[in-house]
């Protein structure tokens, strides 16, 4: 199928855009030089050291080893050469994996997996410092790939370096908190500068989205790219599963919406080495194949070898460790084999994942605003026979045909995301939650809610009653909302000192019930949660003299606008200077709390 003809680049100078996608296992580069007026490539980075025997792979373990000062001692495909085992032993190595997963959201599948459940992060070393330490080596490999693949390589990175734009890829459920741990890390790597100008520079884009623009640059989705038609998107990755629908508005030029909230859910195929593990140690625990070291070797098989053919829960697969003398009847372990029958076995490895993945594409289809007919898996797990076979029959049932694309789809995220810089094919978001902001309300008292909250009412300088706890929305759950449009919420602010109106801090809130309009954070406290801070200077903000009960005031009036229709929240506040006058704006900067916690009753 042919690719999609990219757009020249209307930029003035020329640029470089790398697109970095750091996944719980495998982690991939994507980048395209930027001539003014010139159609753009998209190239993937396919040589990284210590896997030059695998030269035109694109992905590369997303594993470390570190030093006992801290330090980085190997990384990537260098990290699971042969022998390295016995240099961490000997060298007291510490070693890293599934670290990005240490970085989700606490309230994310917080039944099916907890922190104490993950590999652990070295000791004195935080997510971010680990996330900063990989970034750093995966950008060394680009440059040093870009200088030794173009010609005069040295030379056109030297005029490139301070201007290379970062898209970095993350999980469909990945909030703004997250965004910005993955920001912080990028500056600790030294890919920008510690300013605005250079942070700016690093952009953020969903997997799902990013595998959507992969699908129709690289020629997958022309079948389905119709007027009207939409398509699914199911990225099965290696720590979690992405699901995401859009709809095809218009093809010329093309625009893409999306139908319905994308999901996420930690179901990758990680979560199939966990379970296995966790069965493992049951079955052996009266085995003296059950230590640690012995697991572990099995384990090792299991991911490498056993699990990537399981195809049919019919037959007995085989975990290969230790000697042909290892033998223990009672655990099926037979001349240093292993043997786990598919269907009680392999199948409780699997099943939940098959499951959680059904229940989030059911929610796709009942909630989607258009019909959908098309889904496209893609990710590392997509290459599980088993997964697809399974997927593809299950989705029959539903009208919807599965189609699973060869063409490196397993780091087809990183092109994606340099696709998204230079096209932005979706053009409208369904917002996942309902956010708004914690509000006082005028009490009523013929009101019913009001009376029986009567306890918790309070003055102003006005001398109007209020009743704390009230939650006002700002932008709703399931909807639409363009890449350009702004949504404000109204403020007042009172005080007897004007000085202290000269700037504002406010909590953003998410609500995460079943609803879409709650009135009152107080019933469901758990149900709220703080996911950022806006602080904004408001001293240019006119504010009016007032009397009031107990003497002068100072009251002012102005909006706080919120930018949700992009990748990235952004905030700014307005105010009108008078009443037919134009609107005034200010900046307004958002801040991420390290933990998300629900807001104080």
Not at 191 to 214: D, K, M
Request: with cysteine; charged share 20%; hydrophobic share 35%.
């Amino acid at each position: 199928m042919p690719a999609l003809q990219l757009q020249p680049y209307s930029g003035s100078v020329r640029k470089l855009v790398l697109g970095i996608d750091v996944g719980t296992t495998y982690s991939g580069v994507a980048y395209a030089i930027l001539d003014p007026g010139e159609v753009p490539l998209i190239h993937g980075v396919t040589r990284f050291p210590g896997q030059e025997s695998a030269a035109g792979d694109s992905k590369i373990p997303s594993i470390l080893y570190y030093n006992p000062d801290g330090s980085v001692a190997c990384a990537g495909a260098e990290a699971a050469q042969p022998g390295m085992d016995l240099e961490a032993e000997d060298n007291e190595l510490v070693f890293v994996e599934w670290f990005k997963l240490h970085l989700r959201p606490e309230h994310l599948d917080a039944g099916e997996i907890k922190r104490d459940d993950l590999p652990p992060l070295p000791p004195g070393k935080s997510v971010v410092d680990v996330f900063a330490d990989f970034l750093a080596y995966l950008f060394q490999c680009t440059k040093r790939y870009i200088c030794e693949t173009h010609s005069n390589g040295d030379s056109l990175w030297a005029s490139l370096e301070d201007r290379i734009e970062f898209v970095l890829s993350h999980p469909n459920g990945w909030e703004g908190a997250q965004q910005g741990k993955m920001r912080q890390a990028a500056v600790m790597a030294g890919l920008v500068p510690q300013t605005p100008a250079g942070q700016a520079r690093v952009h953020f884009i969903t997997e799902g989205e990013a595998s959507l623009h992969f699908c129709i640059q690289s020629g997958l989705a022309n079948e389905t790219m119709q007027d009207g038609q939409s398509v699914m998107i199911v990225d099965a990755g290696g720590g979690t599963i992405d699901i995401s629908s859009y709809g095809f508005i218009s093809l010329s030029p093309l625009e893409v919406e999306e139908v319905t909230s994308a999901d996420c859910i930690l179901q990758g195929s990680t979560r199939i080495n966990a379970r296995a593990e966790a069965h493992l140690k049951v079955l052996l625990k009266d085995s003296p194949f059950g230590n640690d070291e012995d697991i572990k070797s099995m384990l090792d098989y299991f991911n490498m070898a056993t699990k990537p053919v399981f195809k049919d829960e019919r037959e007995s697969t085989y975990i290969k460790f230790g000697s042909m003398r290892c033998n223990d009847a009672k655990a099926n372990i037979r001349r240093g084999q292993l043997m786990l029958t598919g269907c009680a076995n392999m199948l409780s490895y699997f099943q939940p994942s098959l499951e959680a993945t059904m229940a989030s594409i059911k929610k796709q289809l009942q909630n989607a605003t258009r019909p959908l007919t098309t889904a496209f898996l893609v990710g590392g797990f997509a290459a599980s026979p088993w997964l697809y076979v399974s997927l593809k029959r299950r989705l029959e049932d539903l009208g919807l045909t599965l189609c699973r694309p060869d063409s490196h789809m397993n780091k087809a995220v990183a092109n994606g995301a340099v696709c998204f810089f230079l096209e932005h094919f979706v053009s409208a978001r369904v917002v996942k939650l309902t956010y708004g902001i914690k509000i006082v309300v005028d009490y009523k008292p013929t009101d019913p809610e009001h009376v029986q909250r009567a306890s918790n009412t309070f003055s102003k300088q006005s001398g109007r009653v209020f009743l704390r706890d009230g939650f006002s929305p700002i932008l709703k759950k399931g909807t639409r909302v363009r890449e350009t449009q702004e949504v404000s919420q109204p403020y007042v602010q009172e005080a007897r000192d004007s000085r202290t109106l000269n700037s504002l801090v406010t909590d953003i809130v998410a609500y995460r019930g079943p609803g879409t309009d709650p009135r009152w954070m107080d019933d469901t406290p758990e149900l709220f949660t703080t996911l950022c801070t806006v602080a904004a200077d408001t001293s240019r903000v006119s504010r009016k003299a007032r009397n009031g009960p107990q003497g002068k005031y100072f009251e002012q009036n102005f909006s706080v606008v919120l930018l949700c229709g992009r990748t990235e929240l952004q905030a700014q506040i307005s105010w009108n200077e008078n009443v037919s006058g134009p609107k005034s704006f200010g900046p307004a900067k958002i801040i991420y709390d390290d933990d998300l916690e629900a807001p104080s009753q």
